[in-house]
């Protein structure tokens, strides 16, 4: 079946440093890839997505590019910010899944001025 | 647009009792989920629609949780009886096709 592994969190940054989160997922044909974000007390929103392989996702100063070679869809951004403090989640959807999205564990990421 | 509506935004009930949680997709949207947010088991879909035809709902718990989706604009999520450990967020989530899953602002559920 489809799944999603993300790294381990939390992830704690001082403002204007580098992120990477790490994404790596399993299915079957050739799934679109998302990454949500989740601010404290909200809902999920889409952060950006990537729908076939070599594909870049950007938003927001954040990227993930979509490599199909080594199943990744790694999360970056070159000088965060507090506000990018928040729980980010790489999903996947499948067309043989129907419209669900398999989502990752989340990762928690805090940024300290 | 008004995005996906929940309510009520709180809930604080004693155990045993009924809990209904309500949810307004987006209009326009042909697909429904119901998920749980928890800190030890992180977010699961318990359930979805398509059409408002359950599709799969083989994340739903146990015979206590059931969801209906009556119309287009309008679905619920019920636990009866409700237990301490179905305290969490549940969010409701729309989509139309292939696009973007919306998410609501969720349902916390306290169950005392």
């Known amino acids: 079946g489809n799944s999603v592994t993300q790294m381990e969190g939390p992830v704690t940054l001082s403002e204007e440093a580098f992120l990477t989160i790490n994404c790596t997922y399993t299915?079957?044909?050739?799934?679109?890839l998302f990454w949500y974000v989740q601010y404290p007390g909200e809902g999920l929103q889409l952060l950006l997505k990537a729908t076939k392989a070599d594909d870049k996702g950007s938003n927001k100063g954040f990227e993930a590019t979509y490599r199909k070679e080594t199943t990744s869809f790694h999360l970056e951004k070159g000088s965060v910010q507090v506000s990018d403090s928040a729980v980010y989640f790489c999903a996947l959807r499948e067309e043989t899944s129907g419209s669900r999205l398999t989502f990752g564990e989340g990762t928690q990421l805090t940024v300290n001025p | 647009d008004a995005g996906v509506i929940q309510s009520p935004r709180h809930e604080v009930t004693e155990m045993g009792q009924e809990v209904t949680l309500r949810c307004k997709p987006i209009s326009g949207h042909n697909s429904l989920f119901w998920y749980r947010q928890t800190m030890m088991r992180g977010l699961e879909l318990l359930i979805y629609?398509?059409?408002?035809?359950?599709?799969?709902d083989s994340g739903m718990p146990e015979d206590r949780f059931s969801a209906k989706m009556p119309n287009a604009s309008f679905s619920t999520l019920k636990i009866q009886p409700s237990e301490p450990r179905d305290s969490a967020v549940y969010f409701c989530a729309s989509q139309r096709g292939w696009e973007t899953q919306y998410f609501g602002p969720g349902t916390r559920l306290l169950v005392l």
């Open positions: 299915a079957t044909g050739y799934p679109s």
């Open positions: 629609f398509n059409n408002n035809v359950p599709i799969d």
